[in-house]
């Protein structure tokens, strides 16, 4: 009986696992050079992309997509749900697949093409409540070693995150002194721990912060967020795609598209969508230097 029970129990796992499969992969993914699907990466990261609720595709890297994809008419645009380690499967397999957000690295660059850059974005920064950032008088920068190990403040951050190689190995350092933990879920629950007082900061980009504050109806102005003092350095993204005809020629379209919108004012108008009043500035400033990279 017992093993009549488990080959029931691994018949429906199966029939799930089926289901479950082709939910996710309703379409196929070309690959030829003369393709005209256009396949594009979806995924939740607010408020970059947001795949879900009242917000649904009004993030910052959405709208900018659909500025683009509006002038790539040649193409049929289609989108899948993909982790990133999925889709880097998928471009090294040279599947016709690009993604609106990614870093480049040496590594990734071996097999993706890139676009001109995108967004160039205010670093990592600690957020933290504005009354705990008065008892630290106010400062305009934090050092983050200083907070583990002069204030004895508590870091909360997800399990898997990583931040540069200059923070990483601070936040290690301190881990078996248990003023770092992590968790499962997303940024969202970082903040709503933050909100509890379980933890007393997070390290993340600042853009976050009114997302996470509309989520969970809280005032986002009794959040600061401030540069570390150990790393200033900016991030900057693109889209990418295979590293073949295909993505080359996706990626001189995307080129071209940008090059026309990227002064536009409607373009800083998104940039500056989920920012603080008192980022807005900088966010001006970056958006100069984005300009740069479209002189030629």
Not at 5 to 19: E, M, N, P
Not at 95 to 121: A, D, G, M, Q, W
């Amino acid at each position: 009986m017992h093993m009549v029970f488990k080959i029931i129990v691994r018949f429906f796992l199966g029939i799930f696992s089926l289901a479950c499969s082709s939910s996710v992969f309703a379409f196929e993914i070309p690959n030829r050079s003369d393709s005209r699907v256009l396949t594009w990466q979806r995924f939740q990261a607010p408020p970059l992309t947001i795949t879900k609720g009242e917000d649904q595709n009004n993030g910052i890297i959405d709208s900018i997509r659909a500025l683009i994809t509006k002038d790539l008419t040649e193409f049929e645009h289609q989108e899948i749900d993909l982790p990133y380690k999925r889709f880097l499967l998928y471009a090294t397999e040279k599947l016709n697949v690009c993604t609106p957000y990614l870093f480049k690295t040496p590594e990734r660059e071996k097999y993706l093409i890139f676009s001109k850059p995108v967004v160039i974005f205010p670093g990592f920064e600690i957020i933290m409540h504005k009354k705990l950032h008065e008892k630290l008088n106010h400062a305009d920068s934090l050092s983050l070693d200083s907070l583990f190990s002069k204030h004895r403040m508590r870091l909360a951050t997800n399990k898997v995150r990583s931040y540069s190689n200059i923070i990483n190995p601070i936040i290690a350092k301190y881990e078996s002194e248990k003023l770092v933990s992590r968790h499962n879920g997303s940024t969202t629950l970082i903040f709503r721990l933050l909100n509890a007082e379980r933890a007393d900061f997070m390290v993340d980009f600042p853009n976050r912060l009114l997302y996470w504050a509309k989520e969970l109806q809280v005032d986002p102005y009794d959040y600061v967020s401030i540069p570390i003092k150990e790393d200033y350095a900016n991030a900057t993204s693109y889209f990418a795609c295979p590293k073949t005809p295909w993505g080359a020629n996706v990626i001189d379209r995307v080129n071209m598209s940008l090059r026309k919108h990227v002064n536009s004012p409607e373009y800083l108008t998104i940039l500056k969508r989920w920012s603080h009043d008192y980022h807005e500035s900088e966010i001006e400033d970056l958006h100069q230097r984005l300009l740069g990279y479209y002189e030629d």
